[in-house]
């Protein structure tokens, strides 16, 4: 399970240093895909696969469904990390997320999502507060589950 959050920078190349303990759990190959938010999603390759396999059931005829799929899979790239740890983030990509120099790297379970420090802070600290947003959810916060 990926979680927690990490502070990187991008250098003027696009490339980016992802958590060694990211790493480890990601293997050698993975998706880079453009999030549902303004931020990037990296998909563990398993992961990743049968996201698509949900997406190939879902009917082609339908424009929702392919333009979701031009979203993730037409803006995807599979990536692998260099030897230093860093993967080269695509222009399109940067571009869609909005990241310059500064990224924020958070894991969220299943996937982990790069934002752009300035997005993830107005996106987090919106109008609806965490606690809001579990209740309408029915999410207990208090732990007696």
């Not at 759990?25 to 303004?38: I, K, M, W």
């Not at 990296?42 to 392919?66: C, G, M, S």
């Amino acid at each position: 399970m990926f979680m927690n959050e990490y502070s990187h920078t991008i250098d003027s190349k696009g490339r980016m240093i992802l958590p060694a303990k990211f790493r480890e759990e990601l293997g050698n190959s993975f998706v880079l895909a453009p999030g549902l938010d303004t931020c990037l999603c990296i998909y563990p390759r398993e992961r990743w696969d049968a996201l698509i396999a949900r997406l190939q059931k879902l009917p082609f005829t339908n424009h929702k469904v392919r333009k979701i799929m031009r979203h993730l899979i037409g803006r995807g790239t599979e990536m692998e990390c260099d030897k230093q740890g860093r993967i080269l983030i695509p222009q399109h990509l940067r571009t869609f997320a909005q990241l310059k120099k500064d990224a924020v790297i958070v894991g969220t379970g299943s996937i982990i999502e790069i934002w752009d420090p300035a997005l993830l802070d107005a996106d987090e600290n919106g109008e609806e507060s965490m606690a809001d947003i579990a209740d309408s959810l029915d999410l207990p916060l208090n732990f007696d589950l």
